[in-house]
């Protein structure tokens, strides 16, 4: 089994910043693709951003790009998620995956593992 767990949630102004951090434990590989999802009430899970195993290939959602960063140390077993520019709209319970694979994948059920949620809410 993996265990992931988010952590760095909080409630920040817009314009603010956040760093999530998502680290991984049990069977898991430091070479597998690694996401970002975010659902806020009343909606959907959606993609937000995902890294490959090799940390060389990231992809991003469009209302995000230029704000928000994806990246790992592979030594820590640990992804983070770099926000910046928060909008009100960013406002959701941010979801880390694992794929059993090193490639990317914006599609949730390509995921096999999950962690608990981080909420995060961008006041006005």
Excluded at 44 to 68: C, H, L, M, P, Q
């Amino acid at each position: 089994q993996v265990q992931l767990v988010e952590s760095g949630g909080g409630l920040v102004q817009a314009g603010g910043s956040l760093r999530l951090s998502c680290a991984a434990s049990g069977r898991t590989s430091s070479s597998a693709a690694m996401g970002w999802f975010r659902q806020a009430p009343g909606k959907e899970r959606e993609f937000v951003a995902t890294i490959t195993g090799s940390g060389f290939g990231t992809s991003y959602t469009d209302s995000v790009k230029g704000r928000f960063t994806i990246s790992r140390d592979a030594a820590k077993n640990t992804v983070y998620l770099q926000m910046n520019s928060l909008k009100p709209e960013d406002t959701a319970v941010y979801y880390c995956a694992a794929r059993a694979y090193s490639l990317s994948s914006p599609a949730t059920s390509e995921y096999s593992y999950w962690g608990q949620g981080t909420q995060v809410t961008v006041s006005s």
